[in-house]
């Protein structure tokens, strides 16, 4: 990705997001406060309708000029995606039609190849059966989806896990794939997003649309990452299934712990409460930023523990 598109796509995304957001003021269209609400203050859940549609329409334009920056097919499961996302901000959409709905996609996906057909050690498994491979894409589809959707809690935080998740694979990966121009793209749609969240007040927040949608490219990656056509950077090689937990590891941690602590409350473990890690550090005074930079700096000093212990495994 050049760095015209990326100065273009950032610019339009800021006059977007500002756009959006005074359309949905206008209307009065604001975040409720909740039980999971770490605000308090008025904000409008706009900036994943913001950085889809600064997707969406930049794509549109190069299409007209004879230029697939990615595989627009994706476009498919990734607008269902953002619509579900929407029509949850709006209206709560029971969890079981959610969970439908991303099997749905994630089944798409699977048929774009998009599948995880080798374990690469992992239980004693490589190669699987076609069968295996199609439900594992399935669940992991959905644990990855709803771990990101479960960190977008405070300021800046989906935000960041994204990005530097992305970075870093790009990083490790020894070139580019079919889906660097995509990140990069969504990642100059999310950087005004600083902005916004951080704001003292009309704030704009990621909402469920967001965090789907990028919920949906971290499971893109990490179907890549297990494929054939990732391939590490010379001397960072390591077992790809242990590099793709890793990788994650800060909301599959956090997803697991708050499934734990509500089925030992005797709660659903999608019932909302503030037992994320992000909430124990705001009550603890923290704010969302430096919440924010505790969170990421120490589970990327994790990352690196980890990955040089699996080197000299």
């Known amino acids: 990705m050049n760095i015209t598109l990326f100065i273009f796509s950032l610019a339009f995304s800021t006059i977007l ?3 959006v957001q005074r359309i949905f003021i206008y209307y009065k269209k604001f975040d409720a406060f909740n039980i999971r609400s770490s605000h308090n203050t008025l904000a409008t859940l706009t900036g994943g309708i913001g950085v889809f549609s600064t997707l969406l329409l930049v794509s549109m334009f190069y299409y007209f000029k ?11 499961p990734l607008g269902i995606m953002f619509v579900i996302g929407v029509y949850d901000d709006f209206y709560n959409a029971d969890f079981k039609l959610k969970f439908l709905l991303q099997i749905i996609v994630a089944k798409i996906l699977i048929d774009q190849g998009y599948v995880i057909s080798n374990y690469h050690g992992l239980f004693g498994l490589y190669e699987v059966s076609w069968l295996l491979a199609q439900f594992s894409t399935v669940f992991m589809f959905l644990i990855i989806v709803n771990s990101i959707n479960f960190i977008d809690g405070i300021d800046g935080l989906a935000i960041t896990d994204f990005i530097k998740t992305i970075l870093l694979i790009e990083f490790f990966s020894s070139g580019y794939s079919n889906l660097t121009s995509l990140s990069f793209l ?3 749609s999310l950087i005004p997003l600083y902005y916004f969240n951080f704001k003292k007040r009309r704030k704009v927040f990621l909402g469920d649309a967001g965090s ?9 990656y990490t ?3 297990l494929g054939e056509g990732f391939v590490f950077r010379e001397g960072l090689s390591i077992n790809k299934t242990l590099f793709s937990i890793i990788l994650l590891f800060y909301p599959l941690i956090d997803l697991l712990r708050v499934f734990i602590i509500r089925i030992r409350n005797r709660k659903s473990p999608f019932h909302p409460d503030q037992n994320h890690l992000h909430h124990i550090l705001i009550n603890r005074g923290y704010p969302s ?3 924010v930079f505790i969170i990421q700096i120490s589970f990327s000093l994790i990352f690196f523990i980890l990955f040089w212990i699996a080197k000299l495994i």
């Not at 004879?66 to 498919?76: G, K, T």
């Not at 949608?213 to 893109?220: D, M, Q």
């Open 186 to 188: 969504i990642i100059s």
């Open 212 to 220: 789907l949608f990028l919920g949906t490219i971290i499971a893109l």
């Open 66 to 76: 004879d230029l697939e920056l990615f595989d627009y097919s994706l476009f498919i």
């Open 17 to 19: 997001h500002f756009g």
């Open 223 to 225: 179907f890549h990452i």
């Open 289 to 291: 930023l430096g919440s």
